[in-house]
């Protein structure tokens, strides 16, 4: 009799959901018998067992990773089921119902948000089909008027858990439909998303990437994001920023708790640098910067070198690919045989050649602390590079006999 009365609850769970009413071994059996097309409006807030999340995850996808969400199948199926309306959301034809409706099912749920494409209206005025299939930037400039996206101003500060926001702002798979304008961040998509990211005020991590933003878009955004109480983690690689750009991120390393800035493949030059390099000397609390890919030069490196002799918070610099020669590698030796906080170094790339290898050798004569230098194709001498390669790994074979020694002493 009870199995049937379990059978005939889970039957009826949609017009009638009394889960919470019965026993816990009860529970689980209505949950195992339950159906995973039931409306989210029925379930989100009453089913809490994991096992149900789980068949509604491994049904819908077929690699479902649940540790990178925090272990929990009930996570991974809201943060993802809403990351997918977003990525297909198309603005004046997707009914904004549609994530509206959502937000009080998910909202205690989501906690990351990793969305890789925002699609833009459908055009109301197509082009007439010619012979000329011009891929130009002139679409772009055309396509500013209506190629606005979703206003995640609508959404995020109804997210009270979210911590990650991850975006890029173009469309995958576009094939021959390809066109500029379907990867334009524009000045109204710039706007909402500052307001947004400013009321988000668990941030903890915020990628944008990928999304030509340039110096107009982020000085609007480092504005915005100035004085945010909880925002560590900041990527914008692959973008356009140049130096006014960088200069906005100079004051917001100087004014913000941000521990990892992320400007690898951008546009900054020496002028760029040199601000971002007061920030860092003016910082606490950045600990890692990446510079990879831009164009900063010995103006730029030694600008950054002479931060770091004041700076005791950076543990990571990556300043490959960014034409570097025997100046900065004159400055970087000092700061190695003065700072003492420094981690790793990535000079990748670059032309240090045998003058620069052999200051920054000198540099680490008494260097205890450095665990990483990555000097590959930066013409450096063989026989230098193999004298700093064994500085180096004895540094971090001291740091993990250290670390041995540490947990032997707790264990006991």
Not at 360 to 386: I, M, P, S, Y
Request: glycine letters at 4%.
């Amino acid at each position: 009799l009870t199995e049937l009365c379990l059978q005939h609850i889970a039957h009826n769970f949609q017009m009638s959901p009394i889960l919470n009413s019965l026993l816990p071994e009860d529970q689980k059996k209505v949950v195992n018998r339950l159906s995973t097309s039931l409306p989210l409006t029925v379930t989100a807030n009453i089913v809490s067992h994991e096992d149900y999340w789980k068949r509604c995850c491994m049904e819908r996808w077929q690699v479902c990773d649940v540790s990178n969400y925090g272990d929990s199948w009930k996570r991974m199926f809201f943060e993802r089921h809403l990351e997918n309306i977003l990525k297909f959301f198309i603005p004046n034809t997707t009914d904004p119902k549609e994530v509206l409706d959502l937000i009080p099912l998910c909202q205690g749920y989501v906690r990351k948000l990793e969305i890789n494409q925002f699609l833009p209206p459908l055009r109301v005025d197509q082009k007439e089909e010619s012979n000329d299939l011009s891929d130009t930037e002139d679409d772009a400039e055309l396509g500013e008027v209506y190629m606005h996206h979703y206003n995640l101003k609508d959404l995020i500060p109804d997210l009270p858990h979210l911590e990650e926001l991850h975006l890029t702002y173009g469309v995958k798979s576009c094939g021959m439909n390809f066109e500029w304008s379907l990867f334009n961040f524009t000045d109204l998509d710039c706007s909402n998303l500052a307001v947004a990211v400013k009321m988000c005020r668990n941030l903890k991590v915020f990628k944008l990437t990928r999304s030509k933003v340039d110096d107009d878009k982020i000085k609007l955004l480092a504005r915005n994001l100035q004085y945010h109480p909880c925002l560590l983690e900041l990527d914008l690689s692959h973008n356009l920023i140049g130096d006014h750009g960088a200069q906005a991120l100079g004051k917001l390393i100087s004014h913000s708790r941000l521990e990892t800035l992320d400007l690898c493949n951008n546009q900054i030059c020496h002028l760029g640098a040199q601000a971002l390099a007061q920030g860092l000397a003016e910082s606490s609390t950045l600990t890692s910067l990446n510079l990879r890919l831009n164009f900063v030069e010995d103006r730029g490196g030694e600008a950054i070198g002479r931060a770091l002799l004041t700076n005791s918070s950076l543990k990571s610099l990556h300043l490959g690919s960014n034409n570097l020669s025997e100046p900065t590698a004159a400055v970087f030796s000092q700061v190695l045989a003065q700072n003492t906080t420094l981690r790793s170094i990535n000079f990748s790339c670059n032309h240090l050649r045998l003058d620069g290898g052999k200051k920054l050798l000198e540099g680490l004569a008494n260097n205890k602390t450095l665990t990483e230098l990555d000097l590959r194709h930066a013409e450096v001498e063989q026989e230098t590079d193999f004298l700093i390669h064994e500085i180096v790994w004895a540094n971090r074979e001291a740091v993990r006999r250290g670390s041995l020694q540490h947990l032997t002493t707790d264990s006991l």
